[in-house]
């Protein structure tokens, strides 16, 4: 439908200062002028008007019409934007209306035959007043009228409070956003049936299928503060059954700070998690990192290059960046060149695989502050391909963490995953082997401090299914779902990191921190939801195929080991693990020796030396009691 067309979006056109305009808006004053003075001449003389006061203000009705115009143009009334007009723009007409009708008055007051009674003169300006106001206000009251076709897509505002009064007071006050908004629903029975802005707050969130029937509403928006995944899920569940987008409304601090420069927005996927915005500890994090030697591994990945960003902003004296991948450094350096002036940011390529490259760059470098984020982490690949996983998750680590301890560094941070509890991957068992790395030197070391960080799927990271499901959705489907039980936890990226740095200021001898991941998702149901966001249906439009697990994948990925227990921390977001792992440094590299000694070999025995490793120090593990058989060798 084009909002453009018609009558009334053709005035909405008309600017303030154009000639055609000011002219339109004179003669309607003169209009309004005369229609006052008529009706307070009928009044006045109980509609028969004497032949010659009807002569004589006939006479004078240019000269009145000349003052009230000249009132308005001295006032500034013809340089308001009338389409955007408010309280304060109507007591803005009201003073040319109230000192001319005085100065007519005190006028007629001195003339000998009053042939205009006082009287009319103050009615006529009482109503010269209202009429002024109605009709320089037209196309606001105009849109308002159930009748009246505006072009505008009709718009219910789930949530009547802060958000959702400032959204309808934006939409009726800008013409060029294509919205007219109906009402409210809400949950506060004090607001129930009330009118805000004009608008009336039909019902319940529950009621919100008849409002939208009832009110023929075209869209919907989500004007709640911090909605739940749970009530963001169930508002797009039952729009999506009536075909009726759905749209969120950034928070007012976006709007008051200027962070937000849309008025609606698409849902997310963060809306549907619907988890809440972290709030990290920020003197704690800028006492840990400010003025320090920062070095991230990893950095051009996704995690990494994140991490580099967040760093910054704590304003590090150096930020280093490691990674094989020149052009990922290039692009990001580029990024954050001028973040941060005072902070020098060098770019290492380099693998960390590379043992005496990895020396040689904390040699020269001496950081404070690691952050290894360096690791291969697609699960069906590594399942192929042991040696590599094994050489970079593990070999990587302990390159990292040997050279961080030689070379005094303050606190050494590993970014591990959820898939190494209870590993069924090759990757999952890596990872595992690099936190029995990370608990193994810490208990050696007395400069550095080793910790390690757990978390599960990061939304938009290489390798999640969120930018999978995107591309297949893009290129018409099918979307590929291994399994319709299929459970996973996720996190933002920008969580993750912000938690990480967070678990970096508490250090600890090789402690394991846990972010809280929330709820779990269903994989299949976040398909859909993917699918249905982008106005599609699922099984019509859009094929959900299943494929069957994936080798090392779980149906259901766990946090803690059942040996494992939570502990608080400072933050309530991260969780300290503790649990009573005997490993030492010489026995966890004699075993990382031997795996070595053979990687390159038969890749299912390379298979099988990490899984046991990985399970050999988990109490609850049947494998950590396995036959001698099948135990490595001593």
Request: glycine share 8%; aromatic share 6%.
């Amino acid at each position: 439908m084009n909002r453009h067309a018609g009558p009334l979006a053709a005035l909405r056109r008309l600017a303030p200062g154009d000639p055609l305009a000011t002219l339109l808006a004179v003669a309607l004053d003169v209009l309004v002028v005369g229609a006052a003075l008529a009706c307070a001449m009928l009044l006045r003389f109980d509609a028969e008007v004497p032949r010659r006061n009807a002569e004589f203000v006939l006479r004078v009705f240019p000269l009145i019409a000349a003052a009230y115009v000249f009132g308005n143009f001295v006032f500034g009334v013809y340089r308001t934007v009338w389409a955007y007009g408010s309280i304060g723009d109507i007591i803005g007409l009201f003073r040319p209306v109230l000192l001319v009708t005085l100065l007519l008055f005190g006028i007629n007051f001195w003339l000998e035959e009053r042939l205009l009674p006082l009287s009319v003169i103050l009615i006529a300006g009482a109503l010269v007043f209202p009429g002024m106001a109605v009709v320089k206000m037209r196309t606001r009251l105009l849109v308002r009228l159930p009748w009246v076709d505006t072009g505008e897509r009709r718009l219910l505002i789930v949530g009547a409070g802060h958000t959702g009064q400032l959204l309808a007071r934006e939409l009726q006050a800008n013409p060029s956003l294509p919205y007219q908004p109906v009402g409210f629903v809400d949950d506060d029975e004090k607001l129930l049936h009330h009118r805000i802005h004009g608008l009336k707050v039909h019902g319940t969130i529950a009621e919100l299928e008849h409002v939208l029937e009832r009110m023929d509403a075209e869209i919907v928006a989500i004007a709640l503060d911090r909605p739940s995944g749970q009530l963001v899920r169930q508002i797009v569940g039952t729009c999506q059954r009536l075909n009726i987008p759905v749209r969120m409304v950034p928070g007012v601090d976006n709007w008051v700070l200027g962070h937000g420069h849309d008025t609606l927005r698409e849902i997310t996927l963060d809306d549907l998690l619907g988890r809440e915005p972290v709030q990290v500890d920020f003197a704690a994090c800028s006492q840990s990192v400010r003025d320090r030697v920062v070095l991230v591994t990893g950095a051009a990945g996704s995690i990494g290059s994140e991490l580099c960003r967040q760093v910054l902003t704590f304003r590090p004296r150096e930020l280093h960046l490691l990674d094989n991948n020149e052009t990922g450094l290039h692009d990001l350096s580029l990024e954050l060149a001028g973040v941060s002036p005072e902070t020098a940011i060098r770019l290492w390529v380099a693998s960390v695989t590379d043992e005496p490259r990895v020396r040689e760059i904390f040699a020269r470098t001496r950081p404070d502050l690691v952050y290894h984020a360096a690791a291969l982490k697609h699960v069906p690949l590594m399942e192929e391909h042991p040696a590599e996983a094994f050489r970079v998750n593990v070999l990587g680590t302990l390159y990292c963490a040997s050279a961080a301890r030689e070379f005094q560094v303050g606190t050494f941070v590993l970014i591990s995953t959820d898939k190494a509890v209870r590993p069924s991957s090759v990757m999952g068992a890596t990872k595992r082997i690099a936190e029995l790395l990370v608990i193994a030197l810490a208990r050696e070391s007395t400069h550095t401090r080793f910790a390690a960080v757990r978390f599960g799927n990061v939304m938009g990271s290489r390798g999640s299914v969120v930018p999978t499901f995107m591309k297949q959705i893009e290129r018409g489907g099918p979307v590929t779902v291994m399994h319709p039980e299929m459970q996973r936890y996720f996190i933002s990226i920008p969580e993750a990191v912000s938690l990480v740095i967070q678990a970096g200021t508490f250090g600890g001898r090789g402690d394991i921190y846990m972010l809280d991941m929330g709820e779990e998702i269903n994989i299949l149901e976040l398909a859909e939801r993917m699918i249905r966001l982008r106005g599609l249906r699922p099984g019509q439009d859009i094929q959900v195929v299943f494929t069957g697990p994936r080798p090392g994948e779980k149906l259901r990925e766990e946090l803690v080991a059942d040996f494992e227990h939570l502990q608080p921390t400072a933050h309530p977001k991260v969780m300290r693990l503790t649990a009573s792992v005997e490993v030492t440094e010489r026995e966890i590299l004699r075993l990382i020796d031997e795996i070595r000694q053979v990687m390159w070999g038969d890749p299912e025995e390379v298979r099988r030396r990490i899984h046991l490793v990985a399970r050999r120090f988990s109490r609850d593990d049947a494998a950590a009691d396995a036959p001698e058989s099948e135990a490595l060798p001593s």
